[in-house]
Antibody
């Protein structure tokens, strides 16, 4: 069974940083491209970043470019999101998700990690 | 950036009725559109990919159609468990991947 488990969320002050992790199990992680998608409280879904299986391709939403860094460790079956210079508008539940095969739709999702940016 | 506009924002229907949800793209995206279902407190679930193909486990009452800029998710006969927010997402021109604002479906 595919499982994705996010961790590392929490409360951080504006300008602070946080690193989210996503532990993958139940599938061959190294073969899958991955997404981070976020959802602000009571709001819709927003794509944040994507990374290819071998880290050769990386994309970001303009809203996080230059502040967030996606990475992965295939030996550890883990996906990461380093978030710097956090702003109040980054407050959201952050989900990691697998691509749907070769297509950049989000197929299997984690349960989400809540990041709250507030003073 | 491709903007996706979903309508209606809210929909209230009875069990057994047919639901029709719309997603309109700001420019043509061929058939590169997906639909997701999200229930309160849960992660979204992929229902339909590339406009009309059902993802694994999607019940037969869910179907998708459309191409270019206009897309539809149809639920042929509503069940109480279909109460959720439904989102569309495009991959026709990315990055960025973009989502619609969602349609909240209530089953009376």
């Amino acid at each position: 069974e595919v499982q994705l488990l996010e961790s590392g969320g929490g409360l951080v002050k504006p300008g602070g940083c946080l690193r989210l992790s996503c532990a993958a199990s139940g599938f061959t992680f190294s073969r899958y491209n991955m997404n981070w998608v976020r959802q602000a409280p009571g709001k819709g879904l927003e794509w944040v970043s994507s990374i290819s299986s071998g880290s050769g391709y990386i994309y970001y939403a303009d809203s996080v470019k230059g502040r967030f860094t996606i990475s992965r460790d295939n030996a550890q079956n883990s996906l990461y999101l380093q978030m710097n210079s956090l702003r109040a508008e980054d407050t959201a539940v952050y989900y990691c998700a697998t691509w749907f095969g070769e297509l950049p739709y989000s197929d299997h999702w984690g349960q989400g990690a809540l990041v709250t940016v507030s003073s | 950036e491709i903007v996706l506009t979903q309508s209606p924002a809210n929909l209230s229907l009875s069990p057994g009725e047919r639901a029709t949800l719309s997603c309109r793209a700001s420019q043509s995206i061929s058939t590169y559109l997906a639909w997701y279902q999200q229930k309160p407190g849960q992660a979204p679930r992929l229902l339909i990919y590339d406009a009309s193909s059902g993802a694994t486990g999607t019940p037969a009452r869910f179907s998708g159609s459309g191409s270019g800029t206009d897309f539809t998710l149809t639920i042929s006969s509503l069940e109480p468990e279909d109460s959720a927010v439904y989102y569309c997402q495009q991959r026709g021109s990315w990055p960025p991947l973009t989502f619609g604002g969602g349609t909240k479906l209530e089953i009376k």
